[in-house]
């Protein structure tokens, strides 16, 4: 199994709403990652997680809360977003837990709307 | 300052024709370097990577780059362009992080 999901592949939430994003991977690797990317414009790291510890935080608001319950699983919890947080929101993998520059494995996203 | 450049926002080219996408790097020291490639829509798949070694490097779908350290540059290319490589390409950078260029949207013309 070489593939990096997400669910779900769309997700609609209005600004009080709680929501989740779930990302899954069963290649063995030690690194997962969250990334947002907006239109026409390169992914953005927001959060780092290394051997299911967060490692790197990229100034995030809290309104975004990442959660690593397990070696092969992901998440981000969302509350209270705001229409500017509309956009694809990017898991990714690699396999060593302590290079986050090695190469990533990408799940195909899930595009977030906030109305 | 670190940085990343893909000095082409947006290239067209004619189906069977070569491809070359331009990325180049400002670092203390030779990165990690890597090219994806993203459909609409889609996530990000790696074509290729380099990290020491022989500086031409292949990659899937039939891409190849070249690091030239003289130059700070990581050139993608491909010899003959088909109209399914229509995409964006990512050039990114390893170092104690990821970071991407700004991207170059390719064009396939019939």
């Known amino acids: 199994d070489t593939e990096v999901t997400q669910t779900p592949k769309h997700l609609v939430m209005g600004m009080t709403n709680k929501k989740s994003l779930k990302c899954e991977q069963h290649?063995?690797?030690?690194?997962m990652y969250w990334y947002k990317q907006k239109a026409k414009k390169p992914p953005e790291l927001m959060f780092v997680?290394?051997?299911?510890?967060?490692?790197i935080n990229e100034s995030v608001p809290s309104r975004f809360s990442p959660e690593c319950p397990n070696s092969s699983l992901l998440n981000l919890h969302l509350h209270a977003l705001q229409p500017e947080d509309s956009a694809l929101y990017l898991c990714?993998?690699?396999?060593?837990?302590?290079?986050?520059?090695?190469?990533?494995?990408f799940g195909p996203g899930t595009r977030l709307t906030v109305t | 300052a670190q940085s990343v450049t893909q000095p082409d926002i947006h290239i067209t080219v004619s189906e069977g024709a070569s491809l070359e996408l331009r990325c180049n790097y400002s670092?203390?020291?030779?990165?990690?370097l890597f090219w994806y490639v993203q459909s609409p829509g889609q996530g990000l798949q790696l074509l290729l990577k380099?990290?020491?070694?022989?500086?031409l490097v292949q990659g899937i779908k039939g891409f190849e780059a070249e690091f030239k350290r003289s130059q700070s540059s990581f050139n993608l290319r491909k010899p003959s362009v088909h109209w399914s490589d229509a995409a964006e390409y990512f050039c990114?950078?390893?170092?104690?992080?990821?970071?991407f260029g700004a991207g170059t949207r390719l064009t396939v013309k019939p």
């Open positions: 990714a993998s690699s396999q060593d837990g302590a290079a986050v520059w090695s190469e990533q494995y």
């Open positions: 670092y203390g020291a030779t990165p990690y």
């Open positions: 380099y990290f020491s070694g022989d500086t």
């Open positions: 990114a950078v390893g170092t104690n992080d990821m970071r």
């Open positions: 290649m063995g690797h030690r690194a």
């Open positions: 997680y290394s051997y299911e510890k967060l490692s």
